[in-house]
């Protein structure tokens, strides 16, 4: 089994001690390692304004982890135990393998068609003018008629 990336963000109440809060990423980190994931990155972003209210409140301690693992029971794990802890108000969990692999394809994709596509050389730049800097029909024609 291929192994995912996820980015994992929690939201906790503002008035939630740091050592609480520490507690909370301790577990989350002991689960990771018990279920056979990794920790990539553990940021703490600190009390920040939310957009919107959130069980009355206006603003939360945000909490970024980016994590690897090959099992999905990891996630629910992870979920599951911010769920049942009352400091954390709003989490969320985003795989992000999928749009790297796809963002990879896109670019393979558009160096395939750049590769094909012919760059300048002798058919004149390649601007959709004619070689040997002649001019556009319409506007030969065009001079033409001004004489």
């Known amino acids: 089994m291929e192994e995912r990336l996820y980015d994992l963000m929690f939201i906790c109440r503002p008035a939630t001690p740091e ?6 990423i301790a577990t989350l980190e002991h689960t990771i390692a018990e279920r056979g994931g990794k920790l990539d990155k553990k940021e703490k972003w600190g009390a920040r ?7 009355r409140h206006r603003e939360g301690y945000y909490v970024l ?6 099992q999905g029971d990891m996630v629910h794990e992870l979920e599951r135990r911010l769920k049942v802890n009352d400091a954390v108000i709003k ?16 670019q393979q994709r558009r160096e395939r068609k750049a590769a094909r596509r012919p760059r300048g050389g ?7 003018h004619p070689a040997g800097g002649e001019q556009p029909p319409v506007a030969a024609a065009q001079q033409q008629q001004q004489q």
């Not at 050592?19 to 909370?24: A, P, T, V």
């Open 19 to 24: 050592e609480d809060i520490d507690k909370i």
């Open 49 to 55: 304004k939310m957009a919107y209210r959130v069980k």
């Open 65 to 70: 982890m980016v994590l690897r693992g090959t």
């Open 91 to 106: 989490y969320m969990t985003v795989r992000l393998d999928e749009d790297l692999k796809r963002q990879k394809r896109l």
């Open 122 to 128: 002798a058919r004149g730049g390649g601007h959709g």
